[in-house]
């Protein structure tokens, strides 16, 4: 299976389970550190497991609605990381579950691995991951792939293509969130 950037402010952790949390893209709006505010914004669209059975389907449940979505044990892990979370939503669309996740930080590289050097922002990343769109610059290397941001620029934004939930044997989290 293809992996993208980590996704360590929503469901990096869901690793921890049997089964696997997968969606099919992730999405970043970051205001960068400037006036003293710094957020986040992440969108995670589609969100399935790829459980082979009950009780790994019961994990990823446990681990995405009740630890990732109700916990403070998750705000206070990812307060650890430097990441202060201020919101976290789960929504039905068209019967997808997307998630969307709200934070501040005070150092722009713990947001993926975004990198300040004036007077640019920019992410590497391996060349083998797609980018959706983005409103920085793509220059692609034989060994890496990277965006560049002028520092100009308010809002930095981009997304990524995660996997091919249309194939395989994926069950969709929509129908099983509770949206009351």
């Excluded at 929503?10 to 003293?36: D, M, Q, R, W």
């Excluded at 589609?46 to 459980?51: G, V």
């Excluded at 992410?123 to 290397?141: A, F, K, Q």
Aim: net charge negative.
């Amino acid at each position: 299976m293809k992996k993208i950037i980590i996704l360590s402010t929503f469901l990096g952790l869901s690793l921890l389970t049997n089964g696997c949390l997968i969606f099919h893209s992730v999405a970043y709006e970051i205001k960068p550190p400037k006036n003293g505010t710094s957020s986040a914004t992440v969108i995670v669209e589609d969100i399935r497991t790829d459980a082979l059975n009950s009780d790994e389907l019961k994990m990823d449940k446990e681990n995405l609605f009740d630890f990732m979505y109700k916990s403070d044990e998750f705000i206070d892990q990812m307060k650890d990381e430097g990441k202060t979370i201020t919101s976290r939503e789960l929504t039905v669309q068209d019967g997808k579950l997307y998630g969307k996740i709200f934070f501040n930080f005070d150092d722009i590289e713990l947001v993926e691995g975004i990198v300040y050097e004036k007077p640019f922002y920019y992410l590497t990343i391996p060349p083998e991951d797609s980018v959706i769109s983005t409103n920085g610059e793509i220059v692609v290397s034989g060994q890496h792939k990277r965006i560049i941001w002028d520092n100009t620029i308010e809002v930095l934004k981009f997304k990524m293509f995660s996997d091919d939930v249309e194939s395989g044997n994926l069950v969709g989290m929509a129908e099983y969130f509770d949206q009351d």
